[in-house]
C-alpha cells in the first residue's frame, strides 16, 4: 500500500528520503516519486515507474538537493501505475502534495477545479488536493490554514504530506483514516506514515491522532492541532523495535527471516503472561477480569490471514473456555446488520492495526451494544490500538514480508492466552487449562524441530513449481490451517489454491482431483484423525498426488502417490500452531522455485489502509 516520508532536515533530504522509501518497499507499490524544495526556492520533482531502485537510478542522473522533501511509494487505486500517476502531485510549480488514501469526492471536486481553470495531468484522486491546496493559499493566509480548508472540502480517507514554494521551511501533515507519524529528530523533524520508514534517522515518534494537522518547520519545531484547531501535545514514543528486525540478515527473503523467528516470536507473545499458576488475565488490561468475567460470547473480526487465526480461535474459545462465538471478515461484517446478543465481547485481530476494514469494523461496532472491545495487535500506537478498550500486543516484532507468517503464530498464541483467560473466570476444566499452559510453554522448542525439516520440505516444493492447481484439506481447527496454507501458495507463487474442509470433498471439489491436483493436508493426532484417513483415501483413489503432514505417531505411511512428512507431536490444541510451520515453508519455497517477488508478490500490499 502507499507509503509517504517527510524531512525538514540540517543537511540534505534525498538520502533520508530514499532510504525511508526503501524501507517501505515491503507494503508494496508500483511507482515512486520525491520532490524537494531546492535552497534557491524551486520544487524539484522525480518520479519513476516501477521500484525504488528506478527512481534510485533517476536521481543519479538528475540529483536533488534541498533541506525540506516528501516522497511516496504509491499502490494504485485511481489510475494505472504510470510515472504521470506516481506522487507528489503538483498545482503548477509552486505545491506538492503526497497522499495515503481515497478521496472519495474526488470526481466532483475534479470539475468544479476545472471550471476555475486548473489543469489535471494524472488520473488521480490526489492531484484534486494539491489544487485545492493551492487555490486556498492564493486566497490569503499560510500553508497550514490553507490545507485544513481543503480538508474540510474531502470526504474519504487521508494521511498527506504538503510543501509549498512560497512557505519554503515547511512541511504540513495531516491523517483521517489512515496512518501517519511524526519522527522526533535534534533539530529535525520527519513524517511517514510507518515509523519502520523513520529508524535509520530517529527511535522517537508522535503517533499522530484522527484527524490531526502537523506543521513541522526548520529548527525540528513541532506543532500539532487536533481537529478544533486547537494546539495540542501528543505523548513521545520511543520504538521498542531494534533496527535489525527491519533487515533481512543472512536470510534471502525477509519472508524466510520471518518463518525462522516463529520459535522466539512465540516465546515473545507469552513472556510474562503465563505463570506457574497458569495465564495472567490483566495482560488484557486492568479491567480484562471483570469484563471477560461477564462476556457470554464472542465476536471476532478480522481481514486475511488474521482472520484464519480468528477461525481457528472460535474451535479453541468453544471447545476449551465453553463460551459461543462467531468469526467474520470485517469487509462484510461493517456492511450488515448485526444482532449482538448481550454481554458481547467484541475481539479484532490485526498485524498492522491499521488495515481499513478492520478498523471500520470497530468504529461500526461501537454503537451495537457490545460490552467492550479487544484487539489483539502487533504495532503499538496504531489506530486499532488506541481506539480499542483492551489490547493485547503480539510483540511479534515487525514483519515485512507481505505474506504474513510469524504475525499469524503469534497471533495464535495470543488468542490460546485470550481462551485460557476465559476459560478460568468461567471456572472450566482447570486440569485441561494446565496441560494445555505447560504444551504452550514448551511450543517454541516444538516449533524449532519442525522448522528443522526445512531441507525435506523445501525437497517437496519441487513436485509444485510445475503445477496450476493445489487442494488444502483440513478439519477442525486444521480447517482455517488449511485455508492459511492456500493463500500463503497463492499469495507468492501465483499457484490457484482452495482450502476445503476434508469432509466437504465429496460434495463437488473432489471432481477437480486428477493426477495434475496436488493435494495437501495436515494430519495431527486429534480425534478427526480417522476420518481425515478416509477423506484422503478418497483423493488417491481418484489419482490425486497426496502430500500429508502427520503426527509421528498417527502411522499414515508414504506410498506410491502419498508424500508424507512426520512431524513432531503436540498438544492436540496447539497443533494449528505447529502444522501452519511446513505450509509457510512449502509455499516459500516454490514461490523461490518459480522465481516471484517472495516479499513483495504483485497486485498485494503489506499494510492495507485503503477499503
Ligand atoms: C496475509 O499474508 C496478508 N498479508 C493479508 O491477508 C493480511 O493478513 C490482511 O490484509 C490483514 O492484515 P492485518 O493483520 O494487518 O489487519
Known amino acids: 500500500m502507499c507509503g509517504i516520508v517527510g524531512a525538514v532536515v540540517t543537511r540534505n533530504v534525498q538520502g533520508i528520503l530514499l532510504e525511508g522509501l526503501k524501507r517501505l ?19 524539484d520533482r522525480v518520479r519513476a515507474l516501477g521500484k525504488v531502485g528506478a527512481l534510485e537510478s533517476r536521481l543519479e542522473q538528475t540529483p536533488l538537493t534541498g533541506n525540506i522533501g516528501i516522497a511516496h ?51 488521480t484522486d490526489t492531484e484534486v488536493v494539491a489544487h485545492l491546496i493551492a487555490r486556498e493559499f492564493d486566497r490569503g493566509g499560510d500553508l497550514l490554514s490553507a490545507v485544513r480548508d481543503a480538508l474540510l472540502v474531502f470526504d474519504g480517507a487521508y494521511a498527506m504530506g504538503v510543501v509549498h514554494r512560497d512557505e519554503p521551511g515547511v512541511i504540513i501533515g495531516a491523517r483521517k483514516g489512515s496512518p501517519l507519524v511524526v519522527g522526533v529528530g535534534i533539530e529535525e523533524a520527519f513524517l511517514a506514515s510507518d515509523p519502520l520508514a523513520l529508524l535509520q534517522v530517529t527511535d522517537r515518534f508522535i503517533y499522530l491522532q484522527e484527524e490531526d494537522v502537523v506543521r513541522l518547520s526548520k529548527g525540528g519545531r513541532i506543532e500539532i492541532f487536533d481537529r478544533n484547531g486547537d494546539a495540542v501535545e501528543r505523548p513521545i514514543q520511543t520504538f521498542e523495535h531494534s533496527d535489525g528486525a527491519a533487515s533481512k540478515g543472512d536470510y534471502r527473503h525477509f519472508m524466510l527471516k520471518e ?5 522466539q516470536v512465540m516465546t515473545a507473545a507469552m513472556e510474562g503472561r503465563l505463570s506457574e499458576r497458569g ?28 482472520y484464519h487465526a480468528g477461525m481457528v480461535a472460535r474451535y479453541w474459545l468453544e471447545r476449551v473456555a465453553g463460551i459461543p462465538t462467531q468469526v467474520e471478515v470485517a469487509s462484510e461484517y461493517r456492511y450488515r446488520r448485526v444482532v449482538v446478543p448481550e454481554n458481547t465481547l467484541f475481539v479484532t485481530l490485526s498485524q498492522s492495526g491499521e488495515t481499513a476494514d478492520t478498523l471500520a469494523a470497530l468504529r461500526f461496532s461501537r454503537d451495537l451494544g457490545y460490552m467492550g472491545s479487544l484487539a489483539i495487535c502487533n504495532v503499538p500506537g496504531s489506530s486499532l490500538v488506541r481506539e480499542s478498550d483492551l489490547t493485547l500486543m503480539m510483540h511479534a516484532g515487525p514483519e515485512i514480508g507481505v505474506a504474513s507468517t510469524k504475525a499469524f503464530t503469534s497471533q495464535l498464541v495470543a488468542l490460546m492466552l485470550l481462551t485460557l483467560s476465559l476459560a478460568k473466570v468461567r471456572g ?33 516444493s519441487t513436485a509444485f513449481a510445475e503445477k496450476h492447481h493445489a487442494l488444502f484439506l483440513g478439519r477442525g481447527a486444521h480447517f482455517p490451517i488449511a485455508l492459511e496454507g492456500a493463500l500463503k501458495l497463492k499469495e507468492i507463487s501465483y499457484i490457484h489454491a482452495e482450502a476445503y474442509p476434508a469432509g466437504e470433498l465429496k460434495h463437488g471439489p473432489l471432481a477437480l482431483v486428477d493426477s495434475e491436483m496436488p493435494v495437501i493436508s495436515v494430519a495431527p493426532n486429534d480425534e478427526l484423525l480417522d476420518k481425515l484417513k478416509s477423506n484422503l483415501q ?22 506410491e502417490g502419498v508424500r508424507v512428512l512426520r512431524l513432531p507431536h503436540v498438544d492436540e490444541a496447539l497443533a494449528p500452531i505447529i502444522y501452519t510451520l511446513p505450509l509457510q515453508l512449502l509455499s516459500y519455497h516454490v514461490a523461490v522455485l518459480k522465481g516471484t517477488d517472495v516479499d513483495q508478490p504483485r497486485n498485494l500490499a503489506k499494510s492495507v489502509t485503503v477499503e
Open 428 to 460: 472450566e476444566e482447570p486440569e485441561r487449562q494446565a496441560e494445555i499452559a505447560s504444551a504452550l510453554r514448551a511450543l517454541p522448542e516444538v516449533a524449532r524441530r519442525v522448522l528443522d525439516l526445512d531441507k525435506d520440505i523445501e525437497a517437496l
Open 259 to 263: 518463518i525462522h523467528e516463529q520459535p
Open 25 to 43: 518497499e515491503y507494503r508494496g507499490y508500483d511507482s515512486a516519486g520525491m520532490a524537494i524544495l531546492s535552497d534557491d526556492n524551486r520544487l
Open 279 to 306: 495465564v495472567l488475565i490483566e495482560s488484557f488490561g486492568t479491567d480484562a477480569e471483570a469484563l471477560f468475567a461477564k462476556a457470554e460470547q464472542i465476536h471476532i473480526v478480522a481481514c486475511g490471514t488474521s
Open 73 to 123: 511509494t504509491r499502490w494504485a487505486t485511481h489510475g494505472k501505475p504510470s510515472e504521470d500517476n506516481a506522487h507528489p502531485h503538483q498545482s503548477g510549480d509552486n505545491v506538492a502534495v503526497v497522499h495515503n488514501g481515497i478521496i472519495e469526492n474526488h470526481e466532483r471536486l475534479r470539475s468544479e477545479l476545472q471550471q476555475q481553470g486548473y489543469t489535471f495531468t494524472s488520473e
Open 538 to 559: 478418497e483423493v488417491r483413489a481418484r489419482g490425486g498426488e497426496l502430500f500429508v503432514f502427520a503426527d509421528e505417531n498417527v502411522g499414515i505411511e508414504s506410498t
